[in-house]
């Protein structure tokens, strides 16, 4: 009923007063095209996977999704997957503020340089962003001689699986921050300063929680980019069964290996996990305005 | 050498021994995080461009006119513009059915198109396989009534690009849209033009930048695509193999230069993009700005 309403208000609005009878139910069909022919593309490109792959998943049962997963490598390679993003998504938090800090705040040559590198990760294959990583700490890499004489392992291990995961998530925090930063009233901060507020406190107290929504949202798309990570991880890690393994590399090779339910059951958790990251970040944000 | 930039802030160009402890934190926050850009992004760039070009121009040149690079190559670039002139049609016409259109489940439809940017790519392409895989009921019937197969063949691709890279048109076209002046659209009905010139001559020329950037960036996405591919179009060189693909299959034989090379036509196609979206940008910006 809400609807049949609506729509007849929104056609009332659209009309022209010289329209005639004809005109507006041309306009009509016309709508209606559009509309199916929108919603028919999305069910096809978009819903229809998602539901193949709950399908998939529970086509021997909900309890042989249970036992595929109830392995100790699948476990391990989630774990992986949860620690690493953890890790990164502290250090693009930390980083990321700065970073946007400076880009909004600051005035330097090059800024326009800077501005168009920072998408970079965004464009750059992932395939690509792990054989940079491995140029430069694999076996002749650049910085080969200072990891060996660190004695720390690199390539081939978590610490490089941080980085490739770091690479491929730098814009994401300092998109969200850049447009809150330049949105924000400078004044604030200059009237907490004539109040005898020093830096820090001006900063914590002021400017930071202007920044809190951006960076909440900059945290969920780093955390849901980074647990999806793949190419990257795949080549610096080479996705070592029990050792390098995260949860999308543990996807790859069970696919590989024809273990269906269980590529589709850690799929489907992996793929569930990211969104609920996502949608739940957005509701929260809408909850707040 | 003074840098005027505005009122407030005049930076000295020399290096000058700051007095101030104000000015002492500005100078440490700027080392960090021209050190943290220059650790993760100019480093990691700078030495695939120097590991490609180390055996000089002319060896470059050979291992991208390799007969399987080269084809990798093409192959990513015409899925690549394939998928983003459907995304172009499709995107601008969801972006207007949103913002022009009242309907039952709009709102979970505005929702849906953000869906592919929170699920993982390498899942997006687990669940193109299910749908559409050889052992698949409908990519069986489909291979067996039109001896059409999706999977390991260029519409796999296509279909993974085009469903990472949904939300990439409609978000960049949607705000602009909404912003629009409907009194032109009016005066031209009552002036007696249809549906079809209102869209071609005033609606869509505003949009035209707009269209153009969110093209670019799906079509910059697009050229690096790994996780769905490698899944969907698996690794046949000469029919299926894209150049991220082939990247990884030269990395894992040791070929060095091979998988430099390819990385740095990728890495150079993306960086103009970017540069080439990023000022599109700034120029639909001054535009509106213009008109306001």
Redo the contacts between chains.
Sequence with gaps: MKAISSSHTALMESESPFSTWVDRNKEKWTKWALITAVIVYVAFLILAPIAALTFGAFKKGFGAILTSLNKPEIFLAFWNTLWISLVVVTIHTIFGTIVAWVFVRHRFPGRNLINGLIDMPFAVSPVVAGYMLLLLFGRNGLFAPLIDALGIQVAFALPGMVLATLFVTMPFMIRELIPVLEAFDTRQEKAAATLGANGWQTFWKVTFPALRWGMIYGITLTFARALGEFGAVLVIGGGVQGKTETATLFIYRALEERQYIGAYSAALVLGLFSLILVLGSDWLRRKEH | MI?K??SQ?T?P?TIKKPSTP?AW??LG??S???T??TI??????L??VQ?GFRDGLAEFWRQITLPVAWSALKLTLWTSATMMVINTI?GT??A??LV??????KTI?N??????????????G??????FGPQEALGAWLKKQFDFSVMFAPPGII?AL??LT?PFVVRSVQPVLMELDRSQE?AA??LGAG?WTIFRRIIFPPLALPVLTGALLSF??A?????SI??VAGNIPFRSQT???Y??GE?ESEN?LG??AI?IV??AI??G???FA?YLRKRSKNSQKEIA
Excluded: Q
Aim: proline share 3%.
């Design positions: 840098l930039m505005n802030t930076i160009l104000l934190g500005r926050i700027r960090i995080a021209f943290y850009l993760m992004l100019i480093i990691p760039l030495v695939i590991d499709m016409l969801t207007f059915v022009r259109y009242n309907f039952l489940g439809l929702g849906i198109i953000d869906l592919p940017l929170a699920i993982p790519t390498l899942v997006t687990v669940m193109l396989v299910i749908l279909l085009l469903f949904f009016r009905a009552t549906g910059a996405r050229i690096g695509e790994f996780g490698v899944i150049a991220a693909v990247v990884l990395v060095r998988a430099s990385s990728m890495v993306a960086f993009l970017l540069m990023d």
